[in-house]
Each structure stands twice: as structure tokens, then as C-alpha cells.
């Protein structure tokens, strides 16, 4: 959500003051019962259009027909259940992450963001019924909500007050969860696609020392993922709730900072990366939508401080169960930067240029490096990207900048055909008409009528609807290959769903599993790194998969005299690896057919030695250390190593052997 980014201070536990801008699948049981609800009261609400109006608007059955769910990835593309592109376009319904802002009475509207209190139910539905809220959301060309939630709406026993949901009584007496459910029955009865998003812990908006930084402010990891693992299996047969967002803006607390990789409990990649795939494993059919990190260090000169975003994605990727199911997220707003809280004044403000002071070029290029870099193709980081966070001050505002941040942002969306999400959709305009949050693309009156982006007025209009019709990707996508890599900095990485229910397979070390369908094929020396591909996958055939310890299985020639030698056995290929240091095992799959026992051997014992052409070539899988990898048409056979000249054990080459005879 937009917000300033000063809460990120250590010198105190307030937030610093900011600019002022508007402040910023069956269902089970209940569920069943609510969609049936929320079916009856879409046909009961719809009298009071009339006909003409409700054929000049695009339809649910429309959008219901034009794609399949569940979504999945090709590379940097999102598709459907068919192949075909589903470019998410779409906007934040925000509300049931909370709107009171921290301190008075939660019910003066004066304590609440933009004077909006959402008694934690997306907002809206106090003044307008779903069917017309459903109908004004085809109007503005969306085809998927990001709907963000409380970790505390899950836990929220109380029924929601009867002011909040006056313009659909039959919600009367509902929990603030029984209400997220019956939107979400709402709009995917109407062919929306619905990514959940945990927006908040508390209810508290937004965004700065609020109890909300990270996961688990507030409130334990395993909790983290046990409300996860709930709204999964709550939604999980329903094809059109296609991803789960798994934490909103991750950010600095008063005193420690989030981090990419570093093993501890406030390591955001090990963090998502178990939480995706808890939830692969409970729904295998959810896109896991990883935002980076929003901020980082103490915004002072000579401190070290920004906002990170993907940036740390270029070197430490991450790897999940489904190769096809992880996107990557990040927000942009003109008023920040990439080193600029967005604070204006106070111990938050730096002079750090903000993201509307940059030129056309200066701005591509920032939000490449943080963020658009990820959708190259080919490399072990590459994913769809979804900006499911932008936006600015619409109906009347002067900013001048912002404007033109706004113009030159969307015109990079639209260059790079990227997916999006606009923040935020529904906000209240006051009983004379006028938004009380200028930022949302539809307000609504006490009364209910609606003001649009496209109604006469707001200068946003041209942007968002070149956005929204911008030409782009469609039609079926081409598979793709994969590259992922394995991380045992810290410990294991075990991403088959076939290992992870089985036994521990080398007991005391660090292990590394490729995910179920691809092959290793490629170690680093000493860090333990690996990479995965299923680049001419040879695929697994019957029978039992190999722990080996020992040369055993070394024939055909000894191909790394006097070196220690971990082999597959001859028609199986390795598919993971362990090490306590030194190497102590592979872990080899049997081949569906047969394998070529050619020798090739890789060395890398004083360099690098990988491919200069496919395999991730393009990108770094494990900085600062020496890699060795096979080519893509080959597979990993055996890895050669010694204690000899203080070599510790550590990989020194690979036995690469072709995929086919040549």
C-alpha cells in the first residue's frame, strides 16, 4: 500500500512525519453456503440496472469464458490452464487489511486512512452491492483483483456492525472472514481471478513502525504460514483463487533489518521459500507471488538504506516444488525512490532523488535493475514480474511531477508488456461527489454512486486506458526450459515433493534436491551451490533411486585419477547431492532410457568452467565461488574431489556424459 517509507528510522519507534497525499476452489461448509449467497444476491441485486446499461458493460460470463484456471508460468509469462497468456491486469481491493491508523477512537473516521473506516471488510459495501461493484470493475478492463487481508481477519470472531455492509443486508451478522468469502465467491463467479494477498498482521494502516514490517511482526513464522495453509485449503477448489501474495512490503523495524539469504529468522527468502512450499504442497495449483524487499538500513547520510526490491534476486533466486508457479512482485510509487523513504521532512528525509525526479531513460533503467530485469529469459532468476503496486493522485490533483512520473511509469508497463496491479480500486467520495481518496479509480457516495477514472475530470484516464488495451503477448506461450538453483548455505534445500515424503536420505548433512522433472547439473566448489534444469530432460524411469557414498559405481575408465569419485550408477543421472563441507553423497535417478557412458569431464578446481551458451549463462547461480557445469545436452554422472593439498573434500570436477549418442 502507499505510504511514506519513514517508519524505517532506528533512532525512534514513530513514524517520521510524511508528504501529504492521500494517505499512502467445492467450497467448503460456510463457504458453499456463502457462494450460493453471493449467486442469489448478484441476480437480486442486479433490478436496479437497466437493460441498456447492462449491455454497454463487459460481462463475468464474458470474462469467465475467456480464460482457465488454475495459473501457472512459461518463463516470464503468466498462462492459464490451456496454455494461453492471462496478463494480470489488475487492481488492490483493499480494506480487510485495515484502514484505522494507529492511534484514537478506530471509529472516527478522522483516525482511519482518507477518512475511510472498512470495519475490516473490503471497502465499498456499505455503499454499493457486489453486482454493481462486480459490474463497475469489468468497466475499467480488470480481469484479476488482489484482494489483501489481516493476518487478524482470519482469527476475527466478531460480526461485522450492520453500518458496514448497508448495501448488501444479506452480509448482516457475517465475521470479517465470512465477508472476504463472499467477495471471493463474488468475483470469481463473475471470471475474476483473485490473488490473496497478506496484506498486514494487525489491522493497523500503514506503513511504518506499525507492527507489520516483516512476517512475523507480530506474530510467529509458523502462525505465518499456518493462516496461510488455512485460507489455502479454504479457497483450494476454487480454480479462480489462482495465487496467494505472500507478505506485503517487508520492510525494516525499529531495530533490524529483513535480509536475502542470510539464514536467520528474519531472512525473507528462506522465509517464502518454505512458506510456498508448504502451501504447494497443500494446493499445488497456487501461483506463490514473492514480493522483495521494500527497505532496508536507517535513512541517514553515510548509512547504508534503500529499497532493495528484486534486486537481491540476481544471485539468490528462489526454488519451489512447482517450477512453474513462482512470480515475483514490487511496488513503485513516484514519491519514493530507490534510496528515498518518501518521507519530506523528518528524520526519514533524505536527499535521495525520488523515482518522479529521474528522466524517461533514468527511469527505465532504475526500475530494471530493481525489478524487470527478472523477466530474461533463460537464467535461473527468470519469472514474471507482476507490479502489483503503482498509482497516483488523481481527480483533483496539481502534482505536476507526479503526473509525469505516472505517464512515464505506464509507458513502461506498456513497453514491457508487464503484469500489473493498480492501488487502489474502490475508495468513498463524500456526499458532494468528491473523493475522499483520490488515488482509488472509483469512489462511492454515501448513496452509492459511483465516480470512475473514465467519468469526465480525472487526467489519469488516457494512462489507464492505454494500459489496459495496451497490445501485448496473447495466444498460446511456448514451453520453456528451466534453470533453478540450490542454496545449502544454511542448510538444506529439498524441493522434490517425491524426497520430501520420504525418509532423510543422507542423515547429518545438508542436502540439495532438484524439484521432481529436472536434473543436476552444475556444483559450485565451496559454497555448496547447485543447478537444476530440465533442459532435454531425459525424464525417470521405473525403479529405485540411488544413494551413492562411495566409487562403487565408478567404470568405464578411471576419469579423475587419483581423485575421490561420488558416480551414478550407468542409466541413471543425478538429481541431488549432499556435503558436510566436503561432498559425501549423490543422490541418481533411473533414466526412462538408456544414457551414453562417453566421458567429458569438467574441471573447476582453479576457475570457472561453464557453458558459453544456454545453461543461465547470463547470470550468476553462485557468486564469489568457482562453478562447474554441464551443458545442456548433457547429464551430471559423477563428481571428483580430494583432501589432498588442503582441498577440504570440496568439488574439484563433474563427470558430464551426453543426454544422446552423437
Not at 521459500?273 to 499445488?284: C, K, T, Y
Not at 535461473?380 to 497516483?392: D, K, L, M, Q, R
Not at 533453478?484 to 515433493?497: H, I, P, T
Request: hydrophobic content about 40%; glycine content about 10%; proline content about 6%.
Amino acid at each position: 500500500m502507499r505510504s511514506a517509507q519513514s517508519s524505517l528510522h532506528a533512532a525512534s519507534a514513530a513514524a517520521a512525519p510524511v508528504r501529504t497525499r492521500a494517505v499512502a476452489r467445492g467450497l467448503p461448509g460456510a463457504l458453499a453456503a456463502a457462494l450460493l449467497l453471493v449467486c442469489a444476491t448478484i441476480g437480486a441485486q442486479a433490478a436496479p440496472f437497466t437493460e441498456t446499461t447492462a449491455a454497454a458493460l463487459p460481462s463475468g460470463t464474458q470474462l469467465a469464458a475467456s480464460w482457465t484456471g488454475p495459473l501457472s508460468t512459461r518463463g516470464r509469462y503468466i498462462v492459464d490452464a490451456t496454455g494461453e497468456r492471462f496478463k494480470l491486469m489488475a487492481g488492490n481491493w483493499a480494506g480487510a487489511q485495515g484502514t484505522w491508523q494507529g492511534s484514537g477512537d478506530i471509529d472516527n473516521p478522522a483516525n482511519n486512512q482518507a477518512g475511510q473506516i472498512s470495519h475490516n471488510i473490503p471497502l465499498g459495501l456499505d455503499r454499493a452491492p457486489l453486482a454493481r461493484i462486480m459490474a463497475d470493475f469489468h468497466r475499467l478492463g480488470l480481469n484479476s483483483v488482489r484482494l489483501p487481508f489481516a493476518n487478524a481477519m482470519v482469527h476475527d470472531a466478531s460480526p461485522v456492525p450492520d453500518v458496514a455492509v448497508t448495501a448488501n443486508p444479506q452480509l448482516r451478522g457475517r465475521t470479517p472472514l465470512q465477508v472476504y468469502d463472499a467477495v471471493v465467491s463474488a468475483l470469481t463467479a463473475d471470471g475474476f481471478a483473485v490473488i490473496l494477498n497478506n496484506h498486514t498482521t494487525s489491522y493497523r494502516f500503514c506503513c511504518g513502525l506499525d507492527g507489520n514490517e516483516r512476517w512475523n511482526s507480530g506474530q510467529s513464522t509458523q502462525q505465518w504460514e499456518n493462516d496461510w495453509l488455512f485460507l489455502v485449503n479454504r479457497y483450494k477448489n476454487n480454480k479462480r483463487v489462482v495465487g496467494a501474495d505472500l507478505r506485503n512490503e517487508v520492510r525494516r523495524d525499529t531495530w533490524d533489518n529483513p535480509n536475502w539469504g542470510w539464514g536467520d529468522s528474519h531472512d525473507e527468502y528462506a522465509a517464502f521459500e518454505e512458506a510456498g512450499n508448504r502451501i504447494l504442497q497443500a494446493d499445488p495449483e497456487m501461483l506463490i507471488i514473492m514480493e522483495g524487499i521494500n527497505w532496508t538500513g536507517i535513512p541517514a547520510a553515510g548509512l547504508d538504506h534503500g529499497r532493495p526490491l528484486l534486486t537481491p534476486v540476481a544471485t539468490l533466486s528462489n526454488t519451489l516444488i512447482r517450477s512453474d508457479k513462482l512470480v515475483y512482485a514490487a511496488h513503485f510509487y513516484g514519491y519514493t525512490g530507490p534510496a528515498n523513504t518518501g518521507a519530506s521532512s523528518g528524520g526519514g528525509a533524505t536527499n535521495d532523488p525520488l523515482y518522479e525526479d529521474f528522466t524517461t531513460g533514468q527511469l527505465a533503467q532504475v526500475v530494471n535493475d530493481e525489478a524487470l530485469f527478472v523477466t530474461r529469459s533463460g537464467q535461473h532468476f527468470t519469472a514474471p514480474v507482476w507490479i502489483s503496486e503503482f498509482g497516483a493522485a488523481g481527480r483533483g490533483s496539481a502534482d505536476a511531477k507526479e503526473q509525469a512520473w505516472f505517464d512515464r511509469f505506464t509507458d513502461i508497463l506498456v513497453r514491457n508488456d508487464t503484469d500489473f496491479a493498480q492501488w487502489p480500486i474502490v475508495g468513498w467520495s463524500n456526499a458532494s461527489g468528491t473523493p475522499q481518496d483520490n488515488w482509488a479509480l472509483i469512489s462511492y457516495d454515501p448513496s452509492g454512486k459511483a465516480l470512475s477514472v473514465n467519468d469526465p475530470g480525472d487526467w489519469r484516464a488516457a494512462d489507464w486506458n492505454r494500459l489496459v488495451n495496451a497490445p501485448g503477448l496473447t495466444g498460446r506461450v511456448a514451453g520453456v526450459n528451466h534453470w533453478n538453483m540450490l542454496d545449502l548455505d544454511f542448510g538444506d534445500q529439498n524441493v522434490s515433493a517425491r524426497m520430501l515424503a520420504r525418509p532423510d536420505w543422507s542423515p547429518g548433512n545438508r542436502k540439495g534436491n532438484c524439484p521432481d522433472g529436472q536434473r543436476l547439473i552444475g556444483l559450485s566448489r565451496s559454497k555448496g551451490r547447485g543447478l537444476c534444469t530440465d533442459a532435454a530432460e531425459p525424464g525417470v524411469g521405473a525403479g529405485d533411486w540411488v544413494v551413492v557414498t562411495d566409487e562403487r559405481y565408478v567404470s568405464h575408465g578411471d576419469w579423475a585419477v587419483g581423485y575421490s569419485k561420488l558416480q551414478c550408477p550407468d542409466n541413471t543421472f543425478a538429481v541431488g547431492y549432499s556435503r558436510n563441507t566436503a561432498m559425501t553423497a549423490l543422490l541418481c535417478a533411473p533414466s526412462a532410457a538408456a544414457l551414453p557412458t562417453d566421458a567429458g569431464d569438467v574441471w573447476f578446481d582453479s576457475g570457472d568452467n561453464v557453458p558459453t551458451s544456454g545453461g543461465s549463462n547470463a547470470s550468476v547461480w553462485a557468486p564469489g565461488d568457482w562453478n562447474g557445469q554441464c551443458a545442456d545436452n548433457e547429464y551430471l554422472a559423477g563428481v571428483a574431489y580430494t583432501f589432498k593439498w588442503v582441498s577440504r573434500g570440496v568439488p574439484d570436477a563433474l563427470l558430464c556424459r551426453p543426454l544422446t549418442r552423437k
